[in-house]
């Protein structure tokens, strides 16, 4: 597990699904989702702490104005 897509397609074989339009939020959202799968013993200490690794870069990069839901950062 190395992208956030990743962790997408593992929250989706639980039956999560995420996207509310908002990049920050929806990672925030998954951050709670993959807790809670470790905290009732459906993924392992492993997999979770890869999650969160994920999770928490991608969170730090969008706060400091890195990914957008499908907007262009090229300005012409």
Same mark, same amino acid.
């Given at each position: 597990m190395k992208t956030v897509y990743d962790i997408q397609q593992l929250l989706k074989r639980f039956g999560i699904f995420i996207y509310t339009g908002n990049r920050l939020g929806d990672l925030q959202l998954m951050e709670m989702e993959i807790k809670e799968l470790h905290e009732?013993?459906?993924i392992d200490a492993q997999t979770y702490q890869t999650a969160r690794l994920v999770l928490i870069q991608a969170i $730090? +990069?969008?706060?400091?104005?890195?990914?957008?839901?499908?907007?262009? $950062? +090229?300005?012409?």
């Open positions: 009732f013993n459906c $730090n +990069d969008n706060r400091k104005g890195g990914e957008t839901y499908g907007k262009s $950062n +090229d300005r012409c």
